[in-house]
């Protein structure tokens, strides 16, 4: 069965930000157009529709390292800090965003909250992880050549 790590990322997520728009629990808040993305950020996003692409995004992070918690998962999101004259650093990105982003998918029913741990993707979100990294196998990486190398990975495993 094809799974997150045999697809591209940026594929999946984008495949999983269509799927996750229909869902009713996954929603933009109205302070979403003008918010920040972390402290290495300048401006808030231009690209509207953002927001389901962030939350796709959380979700294959959770899924691949997870059990995983919003302190660790804003710092997959950071980035480096311009200081001006003294030398950049790294920083976290906004756990408010990270931290809304899984209590939405707390709430769809695609993540859940383990005691101490973190959060982990419960068996509903490995399926629909899974099943978008299937139809994108399926329609788009055996037709793309420059994407040879998930499809030695996929035909090695069968």
Not at 75 to 88: C, I, L, V
Request: charged share 30%.
């Amino acid at each position: 069965m094809t799974t997150a790590f045999d697809v591209p990322s940026g594929m999946l997520v984008n495949a999983l930000a269509e799927k996750l728009k229909s869902i009713d629990a996954v929603k933009e808040e109205e302070w979403i157009q003008f918010v920040k993305t972390g402290r290495h950020r300048e401006k808030a996003p231009a690209e509207t529709g953002w927001w389901h692409r962030r939350v796709a995004a959380v979700l294959r992070k959770v899924y691949v390292l997870g059990p995983i918690g919003t302190s660790r998962l804003a710092a997959e999101f950071g980035g480096s800090a311009d200081r001006g004259s003294e030398p950049n650093r790294a920083v976290k990105g906004s756990r408010s965003i990270t931290r809304l982003a899984l209590q939405q998918l707390e709430k769809a029913g695609l993540v859940q909250r383990q005691k101490n741990r973190g959060r982990v993707v419960t068996p509903e979100g490995r399926r629909l992880v899974d099943n978008t990294a299937h139809e994108i196998f399926l329609n788009l990486v055996k037709d793309m050549p420059e994407l040879e190398k998930y499809r030695m990975k996929a035909e090695s495993e069968t």
